[in-house]
């Protein structure tokens, strides 16, 4: 199959690119390079199957790909999207989907309308330890879940080169929240396959770099169902390395805890693992950890990504249901946005889950 990559200038464009070579049945790649990118030329000898590159998109839409990856400054997502869903390319979009909630909505809306296959690239959906989480909860090995606790800590902005785009609101909508933080509410989401009604938020600059968009966030959610969650964010690591791709540049940590017990992981763990207390009846161990070993790849995000990156494109034969789509994107938008609205008026924001979301098929 033909794919493309649409956008140089994200921190994430050549992880996507050692995805495309990581599966096998990808033949050729098309790649649209952005006016104002900063990365050098592709090195064609590690990304041999790289056939074009190219700053006129026509040039790439005329290789019709069977979907491209939007890769792109937040400001340049809406428009980009648009015009592939009018040529009938498939979007794999990176996140987030649009500056914020009003351009993710409108994104998604449109491809609705043109029966158009939107994923986003929320990759830890595919994770085994996730994936296992969300089976333990459903089994009831914890009773009835009250709250999840998660922790992210990452690189300080000294180690991020604060000149970079993300760190202008007007170019990328937000700082840690929209950036690292969505990953986290999509995720207890998904593992809850439960709704959030409300949100109180505080965040701010704290650092001492000239940016304009908040480097630290706490969250209160609530779902649905009454589980309370907090989510601390922060760039604060100052002895870890730089860049983007810096496994040893996260400190995090996650706890699902209920009335029986309850399931707690971290991203440093190796090999990844989650460790399980319960004294449901059910559950024939009162402690255990449990371990996951992943098979190498060199996609984005590992065996996890490369199976994610495969989900989607079996989604475009129409051979499998997908992970993620543009209505997830939607509502971890919704909320992002009611953050920063609670975060500058110093009140609890409340969301109706379903206000101005329409559900397409299999967009759920």
């Avoid at 990844?272 to 098979?295: G, P």
């Avoid at 919704?334 to 206000?355: E, F, L, R, T």
Wanted: net charge neutral; with cysteine; aromatic share 10%.
């Amino acid at each position: 199959m033909d794919v493309a990559l649409f956008g140089l200038n994200h921190p994430h464009s050549l992880l996507h690119l050692d995805s495309f070579h990581a599966i096998d049945e990808i033949d050729s790649v098309f790649v649209w390079k952005d006016n104002g990118t900063d990365f050098k030329q592709i090195e064609y000898d590690k990304y041999y199957k790289v056939k074009i590159i190219s700053n006129n998109i026509d040039d790439i839409k005329k290789a019709n790909p069977l979907f491209g990856i939007t890769s792109l400054r937040h400001d340049r997502i809406k428009d980009i999207c648009i015009n592939l869903i009018d040529s009938k390319i498939n979007i794999l979009a990176e996140k987030p989907l649009g500056i914020n909630f009003n351009e993710a909505k409108y994104i998604y809306d449109y491809s609705l309308s043109k029966d158009h296959k939107l994923g986003i690239c929320y990759i830890n959906r595919a994770e085994p330890r996730v994936q296992k989480t969300k089976d333990l909860l459903k089994e009831g090995h914890c009773g009835k879940l009250h709250t999840v606790e998660m922790r992210m800590i990452t690189t300080a902005v000294d180690h991020r080169l604060p000149s970079h785009w993300l760190f202008r609101k007007k170019y990328s909508g937000g700082g840690i929240l929209i950036w690292l933080g969505c990953h986290y509410i999509d995720l207890i989401r998904y593992i809850f396959d439960d709704e959030i009604v409300s949100v109180f938020a505080e965040m701010g600059k704290l650092s001492k770099n000239d940016i304009d968009v908040e480097d630290t966030c706490s969250l209160i959610l609530r779902f649905k169902h009454g589980q309370i969650a907090t989510l601390n964010l922060a760039y604060l690591l100052t002895m870890s390395g730089s860049g983007y791709n810096n496994k040893s540049g996260y400190d995090t940590y996650v706890s699902f805890n209920g009335s029986q017990g309850r399931i707690i992981w971290s991203a440093n763990e190796q090999p990844m693992s989650l460790y399980v207390e319960s004294c449901a009846q059910n559950w024939k161990y009162k402690q255990k950890n449990i371990n996951f070993q992943l098979e190498p790849s060199q996609a984005y995000g590992g065996s996890s990504g490369e199976s994610f990156l495969r989900n989607f494109i079996n989604w475009c034969m129409n051979k499998e249901v997908p992970l993620a789509t543009g209505f997830d994107a939607v509502k971890t938008a919704q909320i992002i946005d009611a953050a920063y609205q609670s975060s500058v008026n110093g009140k609890k924001i409340n969301i109706n889950p379903y206000d101005a979301i329409v559900v397409g098929s299999g967009a759920t």
